[in-house]
């Protein structure tokens, strides 16, 4: 099992620009495939972003690609979503997410697919 903690949330104008951070602990993180997810109110959880435990396969939501971009640091065990751009309709709550990868391209972009959640982190865009 791993724990995961984020951070970097907040209340950001449209067109900037916010960082969140996974903070991954227990297990050996950097074997497990990392996903951002955000839920907004009344809304069903969504896939944003996924990264394969190698760092060398990565996929988007089609809302986010080209604004949002997902990185990780194994040595610090810790997956990043840099959100540039932001939008209203970006507002939620941002989950980090972890699998355990058996290989090091894979990477999951559906929900039921990872064991190990994170609290969540709330972005706010004003408009």
């Known amino acids: 099992q791993v724990q995961l903690v984020e951070s970097g949330g907040g209340l950001v104008q449209a067109g900037g620009s916010l960082r969140l951070s996974c903070a991954a602990s227990?297990?050996?993180?950097?074997?497990?495939?990392m996903g951002w997810f955000r839920q907004a109110p009344g809304k069903e959880r969504e896939f944003v972003a996924a990264?394969?435990?190698?760092?060398?396969?990565?996929d988007y939501a089609s809302s986010v690609k080209g604004r949002f971009t997902i990185s990780r640091d194994n040595a610090k065990n810790t997956v990043y979503l840099q959100m540039n751009d932001v939008r209203p309709e970006d507002t939620a709550a941002y989950y980090c997410?972890?699998?355990?990868?058996?290989?090091?391209?894979?990477?999951?972009?559906?929900?039921?697919?990872?064991?190990?959640w994170g609290q969540g982190t709330q972005v706010t865009v004003s408009s």
């Open positions: 997410a972890a699998t355990y990868a058996y290989m090091g391209a894979y990477y999951y972009t559906g929900a039921h697919l990872y064991t190990d």
């Open positions: 227990g297990r050996a993180a950097s074997n497990y495939a």
């Open positions: 990264i394969s435990w190698s760092g060398e396969k990565m």
